[in-house]
């Protein structure tokens, strides 16, 4: 499967941004799938997963009451909605599927798209 990440931009402290990740491939739907972000001079960090069928969530902590993901397979699509963003949540977002069940682990993830870039300027 190929993943299609879009709608960063640069905003300002305490605005949103919705994200989304394009699937290729009519197994879309089988495929948990997570977004991950990477700041600069730091190291990738685990955002949030879903189930397949979108029934789970997992959510880190530091975003938390202020993401929403959330998929429609019948448009192959992910999204991710970022409420209340803060200047921390800059970073570079990636969305990723897995074969298997949803996790935190970029590990366990086997297709990765190229990023999107969110800037929150404080």
């Known amino acids: 499967v190929q993943l299609q990440a879009s709608g960063g931009g640069l905003v300002q402290a305490g605005a949103s941004l919705r994200l989304s990740c394009a699937g290729s491939g009519h197994t879309f739907s089988r495929y948990a799938m997570g977004w991950f972000r990477q700041a600069p001079g730091k190291e990738r960090e685990f955002v949030v997963a879903?189930?397949?069928?979108?029934?789970?969530?997992y959510y880190a902590e530091s975003v938390r009451g202020r993401f929403t993901i959330s998929r429609d397979n019948a448009k192959n699509t992910v999204y991710l909605q970022m409420n209340s963003l803060k200047p921390e949540d800059t970073a570079i977002y990636s969305c990723?599927?897995?074969?298997?069940?949803?996790?935190?682990?970029?590990?366990?993830?086997?297709?990765w798209g190229q990023g999107t870039l969110v800037t929150v300027s404080s």
């Open positions: 990723a599927a897995a074969k298997g069940d949803y996790s935190s682990d970029p590990n366990r993830y086997d297709y």
């Open positions: 879903i189930s397949w069928s979108g029934a789970r969530t």
